[in-house]
């Protein structure tokens, strides 16, 4: 998915269709403005009329034209460079939207993580009761698992109720953080190749083009030296890891779902490599948020405050247990 998103982003409208509308092949910028730095390939113009593709609408959507006024808005009230205006507007939206869902996702698996003592004994008794009963009546083995499955489904979906945490309410941050990072990407190509509705336009692409810093001055530039877009995939894969150390005896679909994601990890370096720097930019700074924000939900200190229960898996030197399992896995080894 990642591949065709970033393939679209890059994808532009063939030259026979533009010229057929009487469109120009990139769109000519104002007098004084900066010419853009991508490819002329990869500046396909994402507000042309009738157009028509999901892309279009999406670039054009409110909430990519919400992602821009924020962007916009940031830029205007700091007076930042464009790289410091992306990386507090990442630090602003990560820090009020994202941290306190990911707060309450570890709220909800504490509170699931606490019910598994009570789910097994009521499993072992229920068990018990349905041998009993299919031994009486005399109930094939198929029919007394089915039994036994229906009534621990209703009896675990009455624990959730009670204790008010069905696992699903955990799945809100993907929710909102996935569609968050789309919304702030396509803004950013928006800007960086001046495929943008706003009156800003090109005036906004000028500024990028002269707004990075260090080995990236021109946001709308490729980063040539891969230095941001090999950062996005280590600082993804250090969370997987994390999250992989945190986990222990993790079932075969756990595994799979960890090891897909550290393939999504690797593939996100080189499609951090096709897109404007001002989008690798915003990758790296909302991979290294996600990053601490999972490090500072393991503090006890943290948790406490944000009322997270207590579970048998919670530790009192959480820091300390990670390094020395990251010791043991990747250096002791070996």
């Known amino acids: 998915m990642l591949n065709r998103l970033a393939s679209r982003w890059l994808r532009p409208l063939p030259a026979l269709r533009l010229r057929a509308r009487g469109l120009p092949l990139v769109p000519a910028p104002p007098s004084g403005a900066k010419a853009p730095c ?16 999901w892309y279009e ?17 940031t830029q205007a009230a700091t007076g930042l460079p464009w790289w410091g205006s992306i990386l ?40 018990q009761e349905v041998a009993v009963r299919a031994n009486q ?30 696992p699903f309410k955990a799945t809100v941050l993907v929710w909102i953080q996935l ?31 002269t707004g990075g810093v260090l080995w990236f001055p021109d946001l709308t530039a490729l980063d040539s030296t891969w230095i941001l877009p090999v950062s996005v995939g280590v600082v993804n894969l250090l969370i997987v890891e994390i999250f992989a150390l945190q986990k222990i005896g993790m079932s075969r679909f756990q595994m799979y779902i960890t090891h897909f994601v550290r393939v999504v990890s690797v593939l996100m370096i080189p499609i951090a490599a096709t897109v404007p720097s001002s989008i690798a930019l915003y990758w790296l700074c909302s991979s290294l948020m996600g990053l601490s924000q999972n490090l500072l939900l393991r503090s006890p200190g943290f948790r406490q405050l944000c009322r997270i229960p207590l579970t048998k898996s919670d530790s ?19």
């Open 38 to 53: 991508l490819p002329v390939w990869a500046v396909a113009s994402v507000s042309a009329a009738g157009a028509g593709g």
């Open 57 to 73: 609408a999406l670039a054009a959507s409110a909430p990519v034209r919400g992602a821009e006024a924020v962007l916009l808005g």
């Open 88 to 127: 507090l507007t990442t630090v602003a939206v990560r820090g009020a939207v994202t941290l306190p869902l990911a707060a309450y996702q570890h709220y909800i698996l504490a509170k699931v993580e606490n019910l598994q003592p009570e789910i097994k004994n009521i499993a072992r008794h229920l068990n």
């Open 137 to 166: 009546l005399g109930w094939s083995k198929r029919f007394a698992r089915l039994t036994y499955l229906k009534n621990m489904r209703r009896f675990v979906s009455e624990l959730y109720v009670r204790d008010n945490c069905h």
């Open 179 to 209: 569609p968050v990072w789309i919304f702030m990407s396509v803004a950013l190509r928006n800007f960086s190749t001046g495929a943008t509705n706003s009156e800003a336009g090109f005036s906004v692409q000028e500024q990028l083009a």
């Open 316 to 334: 009192k030197t959480p820091y300390k247990d990670l390094f020395a399992a990251f010791h043991t896995k990747f250096i002791s080894r070996k």
